[in-house]
Antibody, heavy 115, light 109 residues
Framework: QVQLVQSGAEVKKPGASVKVSCKASGYTFIDYYIHWVRQAPGQGLEWMGWIHLNSGGTNYAQKFQGRVTMTRDTSISTAYMELTRLRSDDTALYFC????????WGQGTMVTVSS | QSVLTQPPSASGTPGQRVTISCSGSSSNIGSNTVNWYQQLPGTAPKLLIYGNNRPSGVPDRFSGSRSGTSASLAISGLQSEDDADYYCAAWDDSLHGVVFGGGTKVTVL
């Protein structure tokens, strides 16, 4: 079936970087966009940006410009989101979601930033 | 605070109709499709409504509407499994990105 499967939980120290993966299956990978959305504990959803899986083109939310990089490896149908210079307020559940409707979501990857 | 404004909570008894509002501006709801998501505790959000459409498998108890710079999600015949958080979202032409509402917690009494 159509699904997105994300990598496992991460614990990082402030200032470090994290790279989360999102592997797609059940559909033609390059025909869609992948968006990244995060949710801090007990908070709402926050959009981070998207990557066009065919061209590799990206669009990042202004808040994350300079700290986020979204890439993909079409040979293994996997998208990546790397966030650098981590701070404690980056502690959140990070989701990948397909297309502009967010019709399919990954299960989420918990990233904890703590000294 | 979120670009789109939702009430933090709503409630109803089984069988009742509950409506959740989502207020925005001309750069988002006023000119782009509004989508709605349901998030059950401890799970990823699920697409509930996109524009005026429901994905396959979503009960017709859920419906969406838009008027000007506001949108609404209606849940008719409320059921216990509808106890969840609900989020609206839309593309924003000024911010060049997706904006979300702060979420509404629906409690089935």
């Amino acid at each position: 079936q159509v699904q997105l499967v994300q990598s496992g939980a991460e614990v990082k120290k402030p200032g470090a970087s994290v790279k989360v993966s999102c592997k797609a299956s059940g559909y033609t990978f390059i025909d869609y966009y992948i968006h990244w959305v995060r949710q801090a504990p007990g908070q709402g959803l926050e959009w981070m940006g998207w990557i066009h899986l065919n061209s590799g083109g990206t669009n990042y939310a202004q808040k994350f410009q300079g700290r986020v990089t979204m890439t993909r490896d079409t040979s293994i149908s996997t998208a990546y989101m790397e966030l650098t210079r981590l701070r404690s307020d980056d502690t959140a559940l990070y989701f990948c979601a397909r297309q502009n409707t967010f019709d399919i979501w990954g299960q989420g990857t918990m990233v904890t930033v703590s000294s | 605070q979120s670009v789109l404004t939702q009430p933090p909570s709503a409630s109803g008894t089984p069988g009742q109709r509950v409506t959740i509002s989502c207020s925005g501006s001309s750069s988002n709801i006023g000119s782009n499709t509004v989508n709605w998501y349901q998030q059950l505790p401890g799970t990823a959000p699920k697409l509930l409504i996109y524009g005026n459409n429901r994905p396959s498998g979503v009960p017709d108890r859920f419906s969406g509407s838009r008027s000007g710079t506001s949108a609404s999600l209606a849940i008719s015949g409320l059921q216990s499994e509808d106890d969840a958080d609900y989020y609206c979202a839309a593309w924003d032409d000024s911010l060049h990105g997706v904006v979300f509402g702060g979420g509404t917690k629906v409690t089935v009494l």
